[in-house]
């Protein structure tokens, strides 16, 4: 849960008592899965410095290397490093990957991603070339400030545009539009705060819709909320960006944005 929890952004993640019941009843990662977690991670490291770069995992070098092999154990839900090995030699063997002979020992090993290592990371991500960030909230006249100083300049300021369903023109059917909006999107951003009349039942279903597709949903809620229990326990869960202030509320989308999805297509780039 704590390494999710830091992969979605959240550098301090907070783990309550209802957080760690959760935990205990969570079912392992099936081995595949933590096989594509590890190519995530070596891919997303690769990235950091150049195609093909060399990714030395080893538990007795220097600090980088280290860290890097902590790394490797959290992100695959490893114990030791002999299973992070056993899963590098599973993708080695798909050609994902390709370890570097002579460079293997006892305490860690060197590999670099195959061509094919880096289409089957893109091929996993929904949407993407798609430039767009479907946005489920609220749409009181209370929220008004909180979405223009806060959520639309959060998505704005990372690259992307924001799709809100009722600001779209030439609108059809409604629910069929919902649909088709969250299907073309990259990612969307879920606000559960509400007003005194109750839930918002619509940021709960689209939501679920996108997360049962596989695109990624950033959650954020108003402090008030949380701190008078209101959210439903079903997401209670999942990390939230929380927030008191539209600038609170920017700012903690736009960490979040970059660290889950990254920069988008539009990003408008800083002048040397």
């Known amino acids: 849960m704590l390494v999710d929890r830091r992969m979605q952004g959240d550098d301090i993640p907070f783990i309550s008592s209802r957080d760690i019941d959760q935990a205990k009843v969570e079912k ?8 594509d977690r590890l190519l995530k991670y070596l ?34 839900e490893s114990i030791e490093l002999q299973e992070v090995k056993y899963l590098i030699r599973y993708l ?33 991500i929904l949407n993407p070339d798609s430039s767009q960030a479907f946005v489920a909230m609220w749409f009181g006249e209370e929220m008004n400030e909180s979405y223009e100083e806060g959520i639309k300049k959060a998505i704005s300021n990372t690259g992307y545009k ?24 990259r990612f969307l951003i879920a606000d559960f705060t509400q007003g005194d009349d109750g839930a918002r039942g619509g940021v709960y ?44 509320l920017r700012v903690g989308l736009e960490k979040r944005i970059l660290a889950l999805i990254g920069e988008g297509p539009l990003t408008v780039p800083t002048a040397p």
Request: glycine fraction near 4%; charged fraction near 30%.
């Open 28 to 35: 392992n990662i099936s081995v595949a899965n933590r096989a």
């Open 43 to 76: 891919s997303k490291k690769s990235e950091e410095n150049s195609i093909g770069y060399i990714l030395y995992i080893n538990s007795a070098l220097n600090q980088d290397n280290i860290k890097m092999y902590h790394e490797t154990l959290a992100w695959s």
């Open 92 to 124: 080695s063997r798909q050609d994902l990957l390709e370890t570097l002979p002579g460079y293997e020992s006892n305490a860690g090993f060197a590999c670099i991603i195959t061509v094919d290592g880096y289409r089957q990371v893109e091929e996993n």
């Open 162 to 185: 924001p799709m809100r369903i009722d600001k779209k023109e030439d609108i059809n059917k409604i629910d069929d539009e919902i649909i088709a909006e969250i299907q073309r999107s």
């Open 205 to 248: 279903y689209e939501a679920g819709f996108a997360q049962g597709l596989g695109i990624p949903v950033i959650r954020s809620c108003r402090k008030d909320i949380l701190d008078e229990n209101k959210l439903h326990f079903d997401t209670r869960q999942y990390h939230h960006v929380v927030w008191e202030t539209a600038d609170e």
